[in-house]
């Protein structure tokens, strides 16, 4: 085993293999015995496409492609899309981004288009969809109207192409979903300032019939015999009920989540079994597991994933998306009578060595009175080692949202650094997913506060526990991650380099410059504008670039419609001014989040080159570099 300096290790999970070496598999629906999944592909310049394996299709099947290789099928509604295509009756539906017009592609036909062209590119937009009895689409659709606020609602898209309004008033709708006798449509609605994991309502044919500003309803579903389920977070805890004789009763209670922070359409976390019986995904402390629901009560099934959404059921099998410490994502089917699993799709092929693979250690750590939560992973190479007597680097991965979270399962941007002997902490700060809704609401006014905080106590217990140099600390994150990053370094002198990706810059300029959904997020994350103004410039990192002494490096895609470039050229222009060490990397056609390979691969070496001149090691991999300013 050779002696190397902490981050020249080499390794052979480079950032080529991570861009190129697979793809992300992102939805799954069954139809007449067939499974369907779309799959994103940074190799084709992020493209996302459909494909079918049939009935006959064994453990490993590829699948055919359905959709032409001039569609690219994603949804902007929200921005964040997701739930851009359905199947039915062997028939897909789907939103192309390039127009976002809704198209109908018959078994070996070309898709054709059903929804009208708007007067502006992109002005009607359309995801979250079903089939009714009669042929028509009911869907959420998203218009942009010039000059005022985009207006979303339900819409009903008959055969003959021909649309109707089914709900409006609202500012957001989700889940348009049919009773099993297609006469009943029940849906959520919420309005701002709220966002889905604040307060949303569930409607049938108009009438709500539970949630509140203050109660988050999630995946309204009808059982086989016509009962209506959804999750809803009333205990404290996502959880199971029914709407049933005029009453909300609860289905299963534990402490546990069943539902997942509504980014994205077409989230699902159960499915009905034909005798009434549901299979669903449970969180406990962000690792998610599959459990059958009998008579109120939950079996636990004994699987090998950490990670287990969205999740589907058909006939006697559930469907979901699995991954693992040591397994990539892959399309899995599951017998829940007898546990017994068939892996359909892998998001990877090529097998990680283990000897390469750093295993995730759940750690719960003090932090201001509270107890907070990460997962840490510790350098691991099989052919390096660091210098008898020093310890590792660390990097602190905050991610975004920021109501989100992070699981313990394979990733191979945190194996790109243990591998080359970084230390890694992925922080579930307060206000993080999969621990109920206390914790879940910690950052509620306190944006800024809590997620810095525990940013910086995760790292200080691992320097206190001995596990890494409390001298090599830096941060990293991308959007409300890249803000966490930010505010870090200019309220704290913990960390000795930061690395932000279209990270929130500035709260005055953000409220004005973003998109609907999240148009009202910070006045729960830190107060109602214009009324506190004053916090809205006290959390602005932007505000006090002066208080940052550190080297930055700032990544932006230069089509990001929800953290526009205005953000990240407002803390560059400061650094500069400043004459603070800092890089500004730009790329071309990357919206908020990089999904073109040559982008991803770019990016990540840059910020291993960048690490490289701050803390004094020379990279393995062979880098181009960039120019970072004012760096002596």
């Known amino acids: 085993m050779a002696v190397k300096a902490f981050g020249s290790w080499s390794s052979p999970i480079s950032a080529e293999s991570i861009a190129q070496g697979g793809v992300g598999l992102t939805g799954i629906a069954v139809d007449g015995g ?51 295509w359905w199947v ?77 309004v089914v709900a409006e008033g609202n500012d957001f709708y989700a889940f348009p979903r049919l009773s099993p006798d297609g006469t009943t449509l029940a849906w959520t609605e919420w309005s701002h300032p709220n966002l889905p994991w604040d307060g949303t309502f569930l409607s049938v044919d108009g009438t709500i019939v539970a949630g509140s500003m203050d109660e988050s309803i999630f995946q309204p579903q009808w059982s086989p015999d016509g009962v209506l389920h959804f999750v809803s977070d009333r205990s404290g805890w996502w959880n199971l009920y029914r709407f049933v004789d005029g009453r909300v009763e609860p289905v299963v209670e534990m402490d546990a989540d069943f539902g997942v922070a509504q980014w994205v359409f077409g989230s699902s976390t159960y499915g009905f079994l034909p005798d009434g019986d549901i299979v669903c995904m449970y969180d406990r402390d962000a690792t998610q597991s599959i459990g059958i629901v009998r008579d109120g009560k939950l079996q636990p099934l004994d699987l090998p994933y950490t990670t287990v959404v969205p999740l589907i059921t058909s006939g006697n099998h559930a469907y ?40 995730p250690e759940a750690i719960s750590f003090p932090s201001e009175g509270r107890t907070s939560h990460a997962f840490f992973y510790a350098p691991h190479n099989k052919d390096a080692d660091g210098p008898a007597g020093s310890k590792p680097p660390l990097l602190v991965f905050s991610h975004g949202g920021p109501t989100g979270s992070v699981r313990p399962a394979l990733n191979l941007t945190i194996q790109f650094w243990t591998s080359r002997g970084f ?6 700060y307060g206000g993080s997913t999969g621990y ?58 913990v960390f000795k380099a930061g690395a932000n990706y279209f990270g929130v810059a500035d709260f005055e300029t953000f ?54 470039p205005s953000q990240s050229e ?63």
């Open 34 to 84: 067939s499974v369907y999944w779309s799959e994103l592909r940074p190799s084709e310049g992020g493209r996302s496409a459909v494909l079918k394996a049939t009935p006959e299709r064994s453990e490993g099947a590829i699948g055919v492609e359905i959709t032409p290789p001039e569609f690219n099928v994603r949804s902007q509604v929200h921005e964040y899309g997701g739930g851009a």
């Open 511 to 564: 409220v004005g410059d973003t998109h609907k959904f999240e148009s009202r997020y910070l006045d729960s994350l830190v107060g109602p504008y214009p009324e506190r103004k004053d916090l809205y410039y006290e959390r602005s990192p932007a505000n006090f670039v002066d208080r940052i002494s550190v080297p930055v490096i700032t990544f932006q895609g230069l089509e990001d419609a929800i953290v526009p």
């Open 320 to 359: 979901f998306i699995g991954a693992s410490p040591t397994e990539h994502s892959q399309i899995v089917k599951l017998d829940p009578a007898t546990g017994a699993i068939d892996v359909i799709k892998k998001s990877r092929d090529d097998a990680i060595d283990t000897g390469y693979l750093s295993m």
């Open 423 to 428: 230390a890694v902490v992925d922080v579930n």
């Open 436 to 493: 109920g809704r206390d914790y879940r609401r910690l950052l509620n006014g306190n944006w800024g506060i809590v997620d810095v905080e525990d940013s910086v106590n995760a790292a200080r217990y691992l320097v206190d526990r001995g596990d890494v140099d409390g001298e090599q600390l830096a941060i990293r994150g991308g959007s409300a991650g890249g803000f966490t990053t930010l505010a870090c370094l200019t309220v704290t002198d």
């Open 88 to 164: 039915s009756g062997g028939v897909l539906f789907f939103a192309n981004w390039n127009d976002q017009r809704l198209y109908r592609q018959e078994p070996g036909r070309t898709p054709v288009a059903i929804t009208p062209s708007p007067d502006r590119p992109r002005a009607l937009r359309y995801a979250d969809g079903i089939v009714a009895p009669d042929g028509s689409v009911i869907c959420v659709r998203e218009r942009h109207v010039e000059g005022r606020e985009a207006i979303n609602e339900i819409v009903r898209i008959s055969p003959d192409q021909s649309v109707s």
């Open 570 to 632: 407002q803390i560059v222009n400061a650094l500069r001014a400043k004459k603070i060490p800092c890089a500004y990397v730009t790329y071309e056609g990357e919206q908020h989040g990089f999904r073109q390979a040559k982008n991803m691969i770019h990016s990540l070496e840059t910020e291993l080159y960048f690490y490289g001149r701050v803390f004094g090691f020379e990279p393995a991999d062979e880098i181009e570099g960039v120019e970072i300013e004012n760096l002596v």
